[in-house]
């Protein structure tokens, strides 16, 4: 077999795909991609044995069908080397040799019949839906899944589609993001997990790209976006009743400005290392954020301008508060509480239907 392809393509192609190669370390396999020729397209694949990930790229020309393995770290280092606008890769009895400009190397292959291939069940369900906000949604959710391992259906993100809204949510319990979006055209009724061995993935994927195409299947999913598709398996679980968590009611609205908040906090986290609690008290028109560090003698106050209908004094953990904080755009950002003991939500003009919250800290004892 003889391919004729672009330097520039196999080396976009190879970049895109070599990250997913190597992650598993007990299975060798994993460590190839998988080359398949038909025609003049070349689908390229590789798998960490969580997820799996197609890439279709044009060839100038090929002179056979088939397949073949060869190690992605090995012929990704090279031909991120070499010179010249064309490759011409030669496969035979076993090896792959790449011939540039200036010269040619030699990699073993392996028969592709050896990759596991991703299985899509029958009876899936197709929905449509823009990739810049699949790619928006995931890049600020990411900041709220879980890392515990006890509860695995909160590690990823939650997907729904819902009367023609595409709804996410992200929570670990302590802190949750979800934002939503209605969708154009007919999309029927479905809900899936996003897993986040994909989360990198198809934030890159989704750049620059319209539409995704997302098939939701009992056990898998697929995402099929330009050139690429992303294939990963479902997690099992049951996910928190997240909309409950949300006060439906609020009677304290607090507006200060983003980035005094934010730079606020990251100063005050100084003084509170391992608690991360801050203190904060907010009146008519100020707001103090209060750092202790008990075992030093340390203290740090912060006092901002806000706007506020009534006082109130909480306690918080200065992450949760800042993760919640970055997941809004507007430059202005409005706190709505209930009292010490709820969820601070915050809301930013920009996305109204986007909301992050975080859970509050008790004071003891707060001077």
Same mark, same amino acid.
């Given at each position: /077999?003889?391919?004729?392809?672009?330097?520039?393509?196999?080396?976009? +192609?190879?970049? !895109?795909?070599? =990250?997913?190669?190597?992650?598993?370390?007990?299975?060798?396999?994993?460590?190839?991609?998988?080359?398949?020729?038909?025609?003049?397209?070349?689908?390229?694949?590789?798998?960490?044995?969580?997820?799996?990930?197609?890439?279709?790229?044009?060839?100038?020309?090929?002179?056979?069908?088939? !397949?073949? %393995?060869?190690?992605?770290?090995?012929?990704?280092?090279?031909?991120?080397?070499?010179?010249?606008? @064309?490759?011409?890769?030669?496969?035979?009895?076993?090896? %792959?040799?790449?011939?540039?400009?200036?010269?040619? $190397?030699?990699?073993? *292959? /392996?028969?592709?019949?050896?990759?596991?291939? =991703?299985?899509?069940?029958?009876?899936?369900?197709?929905?449509?839906?823009?990739?810049?906000?699949?790619?928006?949604?995931?890049?600020? $959710?990411?900041?709220?899944?879980?890392?515990? #391992?006890?509860?695995?259906?909160?590690?990823?993100?939650?997907?729904?589609?819902?009367?023609?809204?595409?709804?996410?949510? +992200?929570?670990?319990?302590?802190?949750?993001?979800?934002?939503?979006?209605?969708?154009?055209?007919?999309?029927?009724?479905?809900?899936?997990?996003?897993?986040?061995?994909?989360?990198?993935?198809?934030?890159?994927?989704?750049?620059?790209?319209?539409?995704? *195409?997302?098939?939701?299947?009992?056990?898998?999913?697929?995402?099929?976006? #330009?050139?690429? *598709?992303?294939?990963?398996?479902? @997690?099992? #679980?049951?996910?928190?009743?997240?909309?409950?968590?949300?006060?439906?009611?609020?009677?304290?609205?607090?507006?200060?400005?983003?980035?005094?908040?934010?730079?606020? /906090?990251?100063? +005050?986290?100084?003084?509170?290392?391992?608690?991360?609690?801050?203190?904060?008290?907010?009146?008519?028109?100020?707001?103090?954020?209060?750092?202790?560090?008990? @075992?030093?003698?340390?203290?740090?106050? !912060?006092?901002? *301008?806000?706007?506020?209908?009534?006082?109130?004094?909480?306690?918080?953990?200065?992450?949760?508060?800042?993760?919640?904080?970055?997941?809004? +755009?507007?430059?202005?950002?409005? /706190?709505?509480?209930?009292?010490?003991?709820?969820?601070?939500?915050?809301?930013?003009? %920009?996305?109204?239907?986007?909301? $992050? %919250?975080?859970?509050?800290?008790?004071?003891?004892?707060?001077?």
């Amino acid at each position: /077999m003889q391919i004729t392809i672009s330097r520039s393509v196999l080396t976009d +192609a190879l970049v !895109e795909l070599a =990250p997913i190669a190597g992650k598993n370390k007990v299975l060798k396999i994993f460590d190839n991609i998988k080359f398949v020729t038909k025609g003049n397209k070349i689908r390229m694949q590789t798998s960490d044995g969580e997820m799996s990930v197609r890439k279709y790229v044009d060839a100038e020309s090929i002179d056979q069908d088939g !397949e073949f %393995l060869v190690d992605c770290a090995s012929l990704s280092a090279f031909v991120a080397k070499v010179k010249g606008d @064309t490759l011409t890769l030669t496969v035979e009895d076993g090896t %792959l040799t790449v011939k540039h400009q200036k010269g040619k $190397a030699s990699f073993q *292959t /392996m028969p592709a019949s050896d990759f596991p291939e =991703p299985q899509q069940e029958e009876e899936a369900v197709d929905v449509t839906i823009p990739a810049n906000k699949l790619g928006e949604f995931i890049s600020l $959710a990411r900041n709220f899944v879980s890392d515990d #391992g006890l509860r695995p259906q909160m590690k990823p993100i939650r997907a729904i589609i819902e009367n023609g809204v595409f709804e996410v949510c +992200a929570t670990d319990t302590r802190k949750m993001f979800t934002d939503s979006v209605r969708l154009d055209g007919e999309n029927p009724d479905t809900q899936w997990y996003i897993e986040p061995c994909a989360f990198t993935s198809l934030v890159k994927a989704c750049k620059g790209q319209e539409t995704i *195409t997302v098939k939701v299947s009992e056990r898998n999913v697929s995402y099929r976006v #330009g050139a690429t *598709t992303i294939f990963t398996l479902q @997690t099992k #679980g049951n996910y928190p009743q997240f909309k409950r968590v949300i006060p439906q009611n609020h009677t304290v609205d607090v507006v200060c400005d983003k980035s005094d908040i934010v730079e606020a /906090m990251q100063r +005050a986290m100084l003084f509170a290392p391992d608690s991360r609690l801050i203190k904060v008290s907010v009146s008519a028109l100020a707001m103090d954020i209060q750092a202790d560090n008990i @075992t030093k003698l340390q203290k740090s106050v !912060e006092t901002l *301008t806000c706007t506020s209908n009534a006082e109130l004094v909480f306690g918080a953990n200065s992450q949760l508060m800042l993760d919640c904080l970055n997941a809004c +755009a507007s430059d202005d950002v409005t /706190m709505e509480i209930n009292d010490a003991s709820k969820p601070i939500v915050f809301k930013d003009s %920009l996305n109204p239907d986007r909301t $992050a %919250l975080c859970m509050p800290m008790n004071l003891v004892n707060p001077q």
